[in-house]
């Protein structure tokens, strides 16, 4: 059963899907775009969007990728989902985000948009009146999170991280009862061996500055997806991702038949992290790989200055699954480096 009510937020009694001045009707597919307004001296942009409105009724999910634009896996699944779906077999309205950050996608940055050098993965709720970075932050938050019953912002690590084994996450503590528990549900039906549970919560909207924990405290159902690293495009990383949404669909009876689940995913609670103390060049260590358990102290990489003098030996900080690890050689200092989940236990 749906805890959340469904069809109440974008759809008419005749199954109409609204979004921005898109209308689609029950059974048919747009696509096409958001707009970004420019301001004075600062372009806007477009978000290119699939919409799939089924033919009966069911929940509204939406699929964001790109939130970092050189995040290529899950804006390659997207392309996939979209081709995968008809509209006239499903339940439910299926809104895909192919690239939410054009800015970044186009511009082949990391981290930050090349205008405002802004994260768009902080910069939740967003403001209309801000940068571009702010302004595509605020068109997702109302155009797409506030007409969402369940929102699924997929990543990989940046092109600058090695990162496995893929994992979904969700909030454990922000969102309430009923809104944790379906982001919960989401997060395992997605079927990936790896679950991780963000812990705390957020006194504000303008507090939840990440894509998800703004749409937990929208009252939004959400999950995060991590699958793929180092600007690679292998289909070991884009597969998961299509598999789980389909997974996630079938969970919520949007599409027919079973989640396909593993029999005992690997839970983690806690993710300790990181940070450089130096600007360098960053050389992780051969023998260690994304994915091994490490134990607390051991050697990962080594930072040097530009001259190759070290700086940094760069130790795990805990015992876990070393879950993403810079791989390429440019390092800032504050750049987070290392992040290792700790098992549940
Ligand atoms: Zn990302």
Do not use: C
Request: charged residues 20%; proline residues 6%; glycine residues 10%.
């Amino acid at each position: 059963m749906l805890l959340i009510s469904i069809n109440v937020k974008a759809q008419n009694d005749s199954g109409v899907f609204y979004i921005a001045d898109i209308e689609v009707n029950a059974g048919e597919t747009y696509r096409g775009f958001l707009e970004v307004p420019a301001m004075q001296n600062d372009p806007g942009t477009v978000i290119p969007i699939t919409i799939h409105n089924g033919s009966s009724p069911g929940p509204t999910l939406s699929l964001i990728a790109g939130i970092h634009g050189s995040e290529y896996s899950p804006i390659l699944s997207m392309q996939k989902v979209s081709e995968l779906i008809d509209p006239t077999e499903l339940a439910g309205t299926l809104v895909i985000v192919h690239i939410a950050n054009m800015p970044a996608f186009t511009g082949r940055t990391i981290y930050f948009g090349p205008q405002d050098r802004k994260n768009l993965n902080r910069s939740f709720p967003g403001d209309l009146e801000g940068t571009v970075t702010e302004r595509v932050a605020h068109v997702l938050t109302t155009e797409i999170i506030d007409k969402s019953d369940y929102m699924l912002d997929i990543h990989s690590g940046d092109a600058n991280e090695s990162l496995r084994p893929s994992y979904s996450a969700y909030y454990a503590e922000a969102g309430g009862k009923e809104v944790i528990a379906e982001s919960r549900r989401i997060a395992i039906a997605f079927g990936l061996e790896t679950i991780v549970q963000f812990a705390g919560d957020y006194d504000s909207l303008d507090e939840a500055i990440y894509t998800s924990a703004q749409a937990v405290k929208r009252g939004v159902a959400s999950m995060d997806v991590e699958s793929g690293e180092l600007g690679m495009i292998d289909d070991s990383y884009i597969n998961p991702i299509t598999n789980g949404v389909l997974n996630v669909m079938r969970e919520l009876e949007m599409i027919a038949g079973e989640p396909y689940l593993p029999t005992n995913p690997l839970f983690i609670n806690d993710r300790a992290r990181i940070y450089s103390e130096h600007n360098g060049i960053w050389y992780a260590d051969p023998l260690v790989k994304t994915g091994d358990y490490v134990s607390e102290g051991t050697a990962l990489g080594v930072i040097t200055d530009y001259h190759g003098n070290e700086l940094e030996t760069v130790r795990a900080p805990a015992s876990g699954v070393l879950l993403i690890l810079f791989g390429t050689p440019p390092v800032n200092e504050g750049d987070n480096i290392v992040v290792v989940g700790k098992v549940m236990n």
